[in-house]
């Protein structure tokens, strides 16, 4: 009797298991759409920016700087970037890179930086997901503000920014995401962690890390708050005067973008200057940067404005500034503002009672982000999807690599722009016309000297059709060197004569 019993309980216990292991899959299938969005979007923008990168598309000193940088910390080398003249870490405390080294111990190349920094700006979505879940208790509403933030313009024009396809900002986006997440639903030590983090990207993050920890201080605990902007206000003063000033000889490298004469003039500019402040602010792409930053998630954030405020001061610190490209979309500077209109949009939409009104608000805020990801994104379905590049594997991109595999790998090099990223793993390489004629080195106090290193360089990589200007240069140096390798509009030199001897010194030290 007890067997026959067994064996009549047998089913019904293999329906349970059966029932148990379909609720299992069922439970994880509901996940499945926005794990392929994140998928999906680093997949995209890790092949998009590589293939850029190979076709000599992506512009290279900015990109030529972070390889360089990295690089020399993989060999063990002070991290002096001699495509800029300055100390990796001087010209901004982007200490974050240092987790990127051990990549380079594996694959050393610059595309390795631009699939960290797909996945970086990818990853960021979880916690962006994790919030809208828990806050609004619907996986539809948690996938649709998740894809709103992967559809985001400046986020996709930032990974494939006009300037470089890799800056640390891209660490900034995911410690950030990360960091509102803990705060909004507390898990203190996490939040402590990724501040940390936050920080360690560059010393104007406190802009950012202060309003936060504000927020902390009125909503969750006072200690906390007020001992993560102490900590965040010391940290942003020991990089600026300290660091900064010791490895480059100034701290004021980029006040020169403070309008209005500097940080005092601009805090009197409203008051006595009110008439000519209104007026700048209208000025030049400022107002549409404005628009363009909120509208993406369709102004959604305001039914609930106090998490998205923790942008303000880097909005305005962008939106102020003198340098323009600071006030668009296309460039890094807007990528860390991106994860906190988002998390600020959930955060919004979570607070208003009626689950029709959040539906309705969730639904609306991807329509924005679809309509403005059509507008100015590189979605495949947007009206410029790409980046202008040569194919990689086209005549013109193998007569490039043809022509520079004929310079070797250790030599000190002068580059053209487009090339850097490509031949910058070696201790001396300069961005061309410098050494020959300096621009954009140092602290620009050398502009248009020739510069004693230029004795040292030993193979020009330069376009065959040159500008007036570095014709002239060229034209200079000529008989020092001899062309050994051309192809697809580059052209190599190497030099087969000693310069002659100067007796002008305009040498700033190597190492400052």
Not at 144 to 149: D, K, M, S, W
Not at 293 to 312: D, N, Q, R, T
Request: aromatic fraction near 12%.
């Amino acid at each position: 009797m007890a067997r026959l019993t067994r064996t009549l309980d047998s089913p019904a216990r293999g329906s349970r298991s059966s029932g148990h292991r379909l609720a299992l899959v069922r439970s994880v299938a509901v996940h499945v759409p926005v794990a392929a969005a994140i998928a999906f979007f680093f997949i995209r923008f890790a092949l998009l920016s590589v293939q850029v990168q190979d076709a000599y598309g992506a512009p290279g000193f900015d990109m030529g700087i972070f390889d360089q940088g990295v690089w020399l910390l993989s060999h063990f080398h002070a991290p002096y970037v001699t495509v800029m003249g300055r100390d990796l870490f001087g010209d901004h405390t982007s200490f974050v890179l240092l987790l990127a080294v051990p990549l380079y111990w594996i694959r050393p190349e610059a595309q390795t930086l631009i699939v960290l920094q797909a996945f970086l700006l990818a990853a960021a979505a979880v916690p962006i997901y994790l919030l809208a879940l828990r806050r609004l208790q619907r996986v539809g509403l948690a996938t649709g503000l998740t894809v709103a933030y992967l559809l985001n313009p400046a986020l996709q024009r930032g990974s494939l920014e006009a300037a470089g396809p890799f800056h640390p900002e891209s660490f900034l986006v995911l410690f950030l995401a990360v960091a509102l997440y803990a705060a909004i639903e507390w898990r203190p030590r996490l939040l402590v962690a990724a501040t940390i983090g936050c920080l360690l990207v560059k010393e104007d993050v406190a802009l950012l890390v202060v309003p936060l920890a504000l927020w902390v201080f009125w909503r969750r605990d006072r200690r906390l708050g007020a001992w993560i902007a102490a900590a965040a206000l010391a940290y942003a003063a020991f990089a600026h005067f300290v660091v900064i000033r010791l490895l480059l000889g100034t701290s004021s490298f980029y006040a020169d973008r403070i309008p209005f004469g500097g940080l005092s003039g601009l805090l009197a500019a409203p008051v006595v200057h009110t008439g000519r402040f209104i007026s700048y602010l209208k000025n030049g792409y400022r107002p549409f940067y404005v628009w363009q930053m909120g509208v993406s998630f369709g102004w959604a954030f305001l039914v609930g404005p106090e998490v998205a405020a923790i942008a303000v001061l880097t909005l305005a610190e962008n939106v102020l500034s003198n340098f323009p490209y600071m006030q668009q979309i296309q460039y890094h500077y807007s990528l860390s503002l991106v994860p906190v209109l988002a998390m600020g949009t959930v955060y919004a939409i979570a607070r208003v009672s009626s689950p029709s009104a959040r539906n309705a608000l969730t639904a609306y805020v991807v329509v924005a982000a679809f309509l403005a990801c059509w507008m100015w994104g590189l979605a495949p379905f947007s009206r410029y999807p790409t980046f202008p590049h040569d194919p990689p594997g086209g005549p013109v991109v193998a007569a490039e690599n043809l022509a520079l595999r004929a310079v070797p790998a250790h030599a000190d090099i002068s580059v053209a722009y487009p090339y850097i990223s490509h031949l910058d793993h070696r201790v001396e390489v300069y961005q061309w016309p410098t050494p020959f004629r300096a621009t954009y080195w140092y602290l620009y106090q050398q502009e248009g000297q020739t510069l004693p290193m230029a004795a040292q360089v030993q193979y020009l990589v330069i376009p065959t059709q040159l500008s007036s200007s570095d014709a002239a240069v060229f034209a200079a140096i000529a008989d020092q060197f001899r062309l050994v390798a051309q192809g697809g509009g580059v052209s190599v030199y190497h030099r087969v004569a000693p310069a002659p001897a100067s007796p002008q010194a305009h040498l700033t030290p190597r190492s400052p």
